[in-house]
């Protein structure tokens, strides 16, 4: 079983053995730490601070004087390491050769992609799992939602409420 696998099972026996179907999972974490459950090993000042510099440079966004709109500084570039071991590398908007931006924003617009196959099943798995209540809908194109939120006013240049 993966670690995920075993995670899972004690959510699941925390959920049989409370009978809560909505679950906190700090309640749960107390709840298998009492039933012996092994903690995980704490991560390295040294990671953690790469972890808290990987947020950082995430959430760093810059305004462009010409449109006023703000944009992400720092991109991500994912790679996998000679051992196979996943990397992210980062680089600044204004460095990055198009190559890098290019691999940046496929990479992006993957995840997009990924998120909203999931998002499809998990409505069509719970329509077919509720037959007797009108279906849930969610439209994938979102060309119309990016255009309005882009016209909205002070979107993209943080005065947005």
Do not use: C
């Amino acid at each position: 079983m993966t670690k995920n696998q075993q995670l899972q099972a004690l959510i699941n026996r925390y959920k049989q053995e409370t009978g809560e179907k909505v679950v906190d999972m700090e309640k749960v974490a107390d709840w298998a730490i009492r039933h012996g459950a092994i903690l995980p090993k704490p991560k390295t000042a040294r990671e953690l601070f790469a972890a808290q510099l990987a947020d950082a440079a995430r959430a760093e966004y810059r305004v462009d004087p010409k449109t006023g709109l703000s944009y992400r500084a720092n991109h991500a570039l994912r790679k996998r390491a000679r051992d196979g071991r996943q990397m992210v590398l980062w680089v600044d908007m204004e460095d990055a050769t198009r190559p890098q931006m290019l691999w940046s924003l496929a990479d992006r617009r993957q995840q997009m992609v990924g998120d909203a196959v999931h998002l499809k099943i998990d409505e069509m798995i719970w329509n077919s799992k509720h037959p007797d209540e009108e279906p849930i809908q969610q439209d994938l194109d979102f060309t119309y939602d990016v255009e309005e939120r882009l016209n909205s006013p002070g979107y993209g240049t943080g005065e947005a409420a």
